[in-house]
C-alpha cells in the first residue's frame, strides 16, 4: 500500500492541477478553430465536426486502456509516458498535411491525453484522507480551469499565427508539464501485482462490488451528463439567434459564469472532509434543479441567463467534487479503476445528453430543454434522497 506523506505539499497540489487542466484542456484546443481548420484544407465546415468526434472516440478508448493502470504501475513512469505520447501526437497535428492525417494525429492525441484521469485518483491516493476532499476539488478546479483556457486561448493564438500554432503551443506547455513531473513528483509505487485482463474485469465489476458506485454514477450522470449538456448545448442555439444573435466571442463571454464553480473547487471538496458531504449533496442537486426551473423563463433575459449559469455551474462542480470524493473514499487500492467507471459512466450520459439537447430543442426549443433539465435534475435529487444509503457522507 501506498505511504501517504503527512501533508502534501502547495506545489505538489498546484502541479498536479496545471498537469491535470492542461491534459484535459488538449481536447478542447480545435473546437472554436473546427470551420479555420476544414477551410484550411477546402473542405465544408461542417466537416470539422468530425475533427471533435475522433477525438472523442481516441479518449474514451484511452480511458478504459490506460488509467486503470494507475492501480498497477508506478504512476510518475506512467504520467511521463502518457505525456510524452501526448506530445508527439500534438507535433503530428502540428505538421498533418491533410485531413486525414489530421484526424489519425487528433485520434492519437485523444488516446494518451488521459493523465488527467491518473492524476485525480493519485492525487486521493497522497493525500490525507482528512483533506482528500479539498484536493480532489483543486484537481477538479484545475481540470475546468484547463477546458475554459484552452477554450479561450486557442482562438486568440489562431488568429495570430494560424490553427497549427496552437498545437505548437500545447506541445510546448506539455513538455513543461513533463519536465515538472519527472523532477517534482515523488516515485509512487505501484499497489498490487494484478494481470492487465484482470484490471480491465475490475473496472467492469466495480459497481457490482461497491454498490454504493451506482448511486454516485446516476447522480453524476443525470446533472452533469445530461442536465449540463442539455444546458449549455442549448444556451448556443438561444444566443446565437433572436433576440440576441451573439457571435461567438459573445457566447464565449457568457461561458465564463463557469468560472464560479472552479473558484469555489477547494472549498466544495473541503465539505466532505467536514462530514458535510451527504447534506451538501441534497443543496447542490437541489440548486441544479431550481437553476433548470429558473431557466425556463430566462431566455428573454441575457442577466438571468448569466445568473443561471453561474449559480448552476456552481452546483454542478459541487456535485462532481463531491461525487468523486465519495468514490475515492471506496477503496484504498482501485481508485483508478473506480474512476475509470466513473467517467467512462460521464461519457455516456455526455453522449445521451447531446442527443438529447437537440431533439429537445427541435421539439419546444429552449423551454423543453429546460424542462428537461429540471426532469433530470429531480431524478438525480429523489435518487439521491431515497435511492441510495447514506454511508458515503
Same mark, same amino acid.
Given at each position: 500500500?501506498t505511504?501517504?506523506?503527512?501533508?502534501?505539499s502547495?506545489?505538489?497540489?498546484?502541479?498536479l492541477?496545471?498537469?491535470?487542466?492542461?491534459?484535459?484542456?488538449?481536447?478542447?484546443?480545435?473546437?472554436?478553430l473546427?470551420?479555420?481548420?476544414?477551410?484550411?484544407?477546402d473542405?465544408p465546415a461542417?466537416?470539422g465536426?468530425?475533427?471533435?468526434?475522433?477525438?472523442?472516440?481516441?479518449?474514451?478508448?484511452?480511458?478504459?486502456?490506460?488509467?486503470?493502470?494507475?492501480d498497477?504501475?508506478e504512476?510518475?513512469?506512467?504520467?511521463?509516458?502518457?505525456i510524452?505520447?501526448?506530445?508527439?501526437?500534438?507535433?503530428?497535428?502540428?505538421?498533418?498535411?491533410?485531413?486525414?492525417?489530421?484526424?489519425?494525429?487528433?485520434?492519437?492525441?485523444?488516446?494518451?491525453?488521459?493523465s488527467?484521469?491518473?492524476?485525480l485518483?493519485?492525487?486521493?491516493?497522497?493525500?490525507?484522507?482528512?483533506?482528500?476532499?479539498?484536493?480532489?476539488?483543486?484537481?477538479?478546479?484545475?481540470i475546468?480551469?484547463?477546458i475554459?483556457?484552452?477554450?479561450?486561448?486557442?482562438?486568440l493564438?489562431?488568429?495570430?499565427?494560424?490553427?497549427?500554432?496552437?498545437?505548437?503551443?500545447?506541445?510546448?506547455?506539455?513538455?513543461?508539464?513533463?519536465a515538472?513531473?519527472?523532477?517534482?513528483?515523488?516515485?509512487?509505487?505501484?499497489?498490487?501485482?494484478?494481470?492487465y485482463?484482470?484490471l480491465?474485469?475490475?473496472?467492469?465489476?466495480?459497481?457490482?462490488r461497491?454498490?454504493?458506485?451506482?448511486?454516485?454514477?446516476?447522480?453524476?450522470?443525470?446533472v452533469?451528463?445530461?442536465t449540463?449538456? +442539455?444546458?449549455? @448545448?442549448? #444556451?448556443?442555439? &438561444?444566443?446565437?439567434g $433572436?433576440?440576441?444573435?451573439? =457571435? /461567438?466571442?459573445?457566447i464565449g463571454?457568457?461561458?465564463?459564469?463557469?468560472?464560479?464553480?472552479?473558484l469555489?473547487?477547494?472549498?466544495?471538496?473541503?465539505?466532505?472532509?467536514?462530514?458535510?458531504?451527504?447534506?451538501?449533496l441534497t443543496l447542490?442537486?437541489?440548486?441544479?434543479?431550481?437553476?433548470?426551473?429558473?431557466?425556463?423563463?430566462?431566455?428573454?433575459?441575457?442577466?438571468?441567463i448569466?445568473?443561471?449559469?453561474?449559480?448552476?455551474?456552481?452546483?454542478?462542480q459541487?456535485?462532481?467534487i +463531491?461525487s468523486q @470524493?465519495? #468514490?475515492?473514499a &471506496?477503496?484504498?487500492? $482501485?481508485?483508478?479503476?473506480? =474512476? /475509470?467507471?466513473?467517467?467512462?459512466?460521464?461519457?455516456?450520459?455526455?453522449?445521451?445528453?447531446s442527443?438529447?439537447?437537440?431533439?429537445?430543442?427541435d421539439?419546444?426549443?429552449?423551454?423543453?430543454?429546460?424542462?428537461?433539465?429540471?426532469l433530470?435534475?429531480s431524478?438525480?435529487?429523489?435518487?439521491h434522497?431515497?435511492?441510495?444509503?447514506?454511508?458515503?457522507?
Open positions: 500500500m505511504e501517504k506523506p503527512k501533508s502534501l502547495t506545489g505538489i497540489i498546484l502541479l492541477a496545471a498537469s491535470a487542466g492542461f491534459a484535459v484542456g488538449n481536447l478542447y484546443w480545435a473546437q472554436p473546427l470551420s479555420a481548420i476544414a477551410n484550411s484544407f473542405l461542417s466537416q465536426g468530425f475533427l471533435v468526434s475522433i477525438t472523442q472516440m481516441g479518449y474514451a478508448l484511452g480511458l478504459l486502456l490506460f488509467v486503470p493502470l494507475g498497477v504501475v504512476r510518475r513512469k506512467l504520467l511521463s509516458l502518457v510524452l505520447a501526448t506530445i508527439a501526437a500534438l507535433f503530428a497535428c502540428a505538421w498533418a498535411p491533410s485531413f486525414s492525417m489530421l484526424s489519425a494525429a487528433l485520434f492519437c492525441m485523444g488516446l494518451f491525453t488521459i488527467g484521469q491518473i492524476i485518483p493519485l492525487a486521493g491516493d497522497l493525500a490525507n484522507p482528512a483533506e482528500r476532499g479539498r484536493i480532489v476539488g483543486l484537481i477538479t478546479s484545475g475546468t480551469s484547463g475554459l483556457f484552452s477554450r479561450l486561448v486557442s482562438g493564438i489562431a488568429d495570430i499565427w494560424g490553427w497549427r500554432s496552437i498545437y505548437f503551443l500545447a506541445a510546448l506547455i506539455n513538455f513543461v508539464m513533463l515538472a513531473i519527472g523532477s517534482l513528483l515523488p516515485k509512487i509505487p505501484a499497489k498490487e501485482n494484478v494481470s485482463p484482470t480491465l474485469l475490475g473496472v467492469l465489476t466495480s459497481v457490482k461497491y454498490p454504493m458506485m451506482r448511486g454516485i454514477l446516476l447522480k453524476q450522470g443525470l452533469f451528463g445530461i449540463f449538456n +442539455l444546458f449549455w @448545448t442549448a #444556451l448556443t442555439f &438561444l444566443l446565437s $433572436e433576440p440576441f444573435f451573439f =457571435n /461567438t466571442t459573445q463571454l457568457v461561458s465564463l459564469a463557469g468560472l464560479t464553480g472552479t469555489a473547487g477547494a472549498k466544495l471538496g473541503a465539505l466532505q472532509d467536514r462530514g458535510l458531504g451527504y447534506g451538501s447542490f442537486i437541489g440548486l441544479s434543479t431550481a437553476s433548470m426551473a429558473i431557466a425556463t423563463v430566462s431566455q428573454k433575459s441575457i442577466v438571468l448569466v445568473l443561471v449559469a453561474a449559480v448552476f455551474s456552481l452546483a454542478v459541487g456535485i462532481g +463531491l @470524493t465519495q #468514490l475515492f &471506496l477503496t484504498d487500492t $482501485e481508485r483508478s479503476r473506480l =474512476n /475509470t467507471a466513473f467517467v467512462v459512466s460521464n461519457f455516456l450520459f455526455c453522449a445521451i445528453g442527443s438529447m439537447a437537440t431533439l429537445l430543442w421539439m419546444g426549443k429552449w423551454q423543453a430543454v429546460t424542462i428537461g433539465g429540471v433530470a435534475s431524478l438525480a435529487l429523489l435518487i434522497r431515497y435511492g441510495t444509503k447514506r454511508e458515503a457522507t
